[in-house]
């Protein structure tokens, strides 16, 4: 026998096999990533652990969110450090330590090509990174602010998320024909739960428009129609659907320029007017239609090169802040604050719709925001905390808002999808029994509760995006305390659920079914004050459908 053959045989098919680090499972597609809908090319790219964690080099984690990282060679200890926030993983370890708390951990810190890779989703969870995840094309998306677009889907428990032409100020618009048979009027009447909303994000074309029906309107009104049709057949009453995803519009207006999602190119008008089709699509279902705007967001990135000659961060760049890959409007400004209302008012005062939505796009959590000129220049009251100052402002859009929807159309419902956690009870003794490294109140500057009990909304919708098990911000807890703000007061309460987890292997083992979900709507059932619920979102309800969800929707909706 030539052994010389042999051993080299054995070489070449040795080689041909795949090459296993420790805990790694190959992947036949390479996992690719982006921050902020910007690819992010790692030296060492992300891989999948054969428990199911992605993990991925820290350097992600401290571009995405400006976090500290330490590697102690001599533990093997990562220290990741983000605000107050403290972060230590120890390599073969099970448990983490978060803010001095054991924490437990299913894939620890591993060094792979001599770069320290971490747990991506518990990391993000922890430090406020959203992230999400497509199955069939193993492509990461990380966001930076509250999400995606809509309701922020925010990462918990840190958290769910902008030149100088005459603008008219009250814009007026074609009031298109819109036909009016019987639409529910979710009355919220108590144990009723009338409200069986699903949000519809518009933003980089998640649930509709798809990106292959850019310019065809006949397309793009199918997809609509279908959309609608899967969702009612699941249940769903009510769609909540963004018409205002980066300082553009998906109708005609007078101020802001068409969305790029319709086109993709903003400012090209798209040979139709969908939020006209979209209204009478709905109520020819039978169905509510809420227009979702995210007030204070201006793109989705850092660039303004694409942008059309009327987006409001080229008219007004004096208006706009850059808060880490994102502009934003400045809400310490009173012109920029009414610009806002104008653009929501010309969608009020144009279109039968059944509702004004606001998701948590107020103040970015967690980054630098350059406002000191705004605080100093308009600051009338003499407020001494910027915080307070910046809280007094939201407060102020928020009221006056309201107070214009309730002139034009008192029929309009008027309300908000804060982040979950209003304050955690380490910072107010009145807060939830919370642990979370973000609030609506100390780093968004929403203070729902005022809004809540001075009576300028109709709703709220806090986005509670996490299981009846997560320690840090059990679902339940959550709920109950929302229970009880609304409690005395005309303000309905709707429960923002995180369909989107459902299915998602990057999830924890309560997420790989459609239970959970199902378990929440039932644990809102103990209460009176819960009015309904708006799940986030569509597609991975009724297109996605894991572990047949839209079905276990209908039949708990139906009984």
Not at 295 to 320: C, M
Not at 473 to 493: I, S
Request: hydrophobic share 35%; proline share 7%; glycine share 8%.
């Amino acid at each position: 026998m030539n052994y010389r053959k042999w051993i080299v045989g054995l070489l070449v098919i040795m080689l041909c096999l795949p090459v296993w680090t420790p805990g790694v499972r190959a992947a036949s597609v390479q996992i690719t990533i982006e921050l902020d809908g910007e690819t992010l090319n790692p030296d060492v790219p992300p891989y999948i652990t054969r428990t199911n964690v992605t993990m991925v080099p820290a350097g992600v984690i401290s571009q995405g969110l400006g976090a500290g990282v330490k590697w102690d060679q001599a533990s093997k200890t990562a220290t990741i450090s983000k605000d107050n926030n403290i972060l230590q993983l120890t390599s073969g370890k099970t448990s983490a330590i978060v803010n001095g708390a054991s924490v437990r951990l299913d894939t620890s810190v591993q060094i792979t090509q001599g770069r320290v890779m971490v747990p991506l989703r518990f990391v993000s969870e922890q430090l406020g990174l959203q992230v999400l995840w497509d199955q069939a094309t193993k492509h990461i998306s990380l966001y930076s602010g509250k999400e995606i677009g809509g309701p922020s889907t925010p990462a918990v428990p840190s958290v769910p998320s902008v030149p100088t032409p005459t603008v008219p100020p009250t814009p007026s618009v074609p009031i298109p024909t819109v036909p009016s048979p019987t639409v529910p009027s979710i009355p919220g009447a108590k144990t009723s739960k009338a409200m069986k909303g699903a949000w519809v994000s518009t933003v980089y074309n998640l649930d509709w428009p798809s990106t292959s029906s850019a310019g065809n309107p006949d397309k793009q009104k199918k997809e609509f129609d279908s959309l609608l049709d899967k969702l009612k057949a699941a249940g769903f009453n009510s769609v909540f659907v963004q018409v205002r995803p980066s300082g553009d519009a998906l109708y005609p207006s007078q101020i802001v320029p068409w969305s790029k999602v319709l086109s993709g190119t903003q400012g090209k008008e798209p040979g139709y007017d969908p939020l006209a089709y979209m209204v009478s699509s709905a109520h020819s279902r039978g169905m509510q239609l809420h227009a979702w705007f995210n007030p204070f967001r201006a793109t989705t990135d850092a660039s303004t090169s694409s942008l059309a000659p009327n987006h409001v961060a080229k008219l007004h760049p004096d208006w706009i802040v850059k808060a880490e890959n994102k502009l934003y409007i400045n809400p310490g400004i009173p012109e920029a604050r009414q610009h806002i209302i104008d653009t929501v008012m010309e969608v009020v005062r144009g279109y039968d719709i059944d509702g004004v939505h606001l998701d948590d796009y107020f103040y970015p959590s967690n980054v630098a925001f350059a406002d000191d000129t705004a605080f100093k220049t308009f600051n009338s009251q003499g407020i001494s905390s910027k915080g307070n100052w910046r809280r007094d402002n939201i407060n102020q859009f928020i009221r006056q808002l309201g107070q214009e929807i309730h002139a034009a159309k008192p029929s309009v419902s008027y309300g908000v999808s804060p982040f979950g956690v209003w304050r955690n009870k380490k910072a107010d003794s009145t807060g939830s029994d919370t642990t979370a490294g973000v609030s609506a109140y100390d780093d968004m500057y929403a203070d729902v509760r005022t809004w809540i009990q001075s009576g300028w909304i109709d709703y709220v919708a806090p986005q509670v995006y996490w299981s009846l098990s997560f320690s840090a911000a059990r679902y339940d807890k959550l709920v109950d305390w929302w229970v009880n703000e609304v409690k005395g007061t005309k303000v309905k309460l709707y429960i923002g659920l995180a369909s989107y987890k459902v299915g998602d292997t990057k999830q924890t083992a309560e997420w790989q079914s459609g239970d959970q979900i199902i378990n929440q709507l039932k644990y809102n059932e103990k209460y009176d004050e819960v009015a309904g619920s708006i799940l986030f979102r569509a597609n991975d309800i009724v297109v996605r459908d894991p572990y047949g969800l839209a079905s276990l929707l209908s039949f708990y909706f139906k009984s």
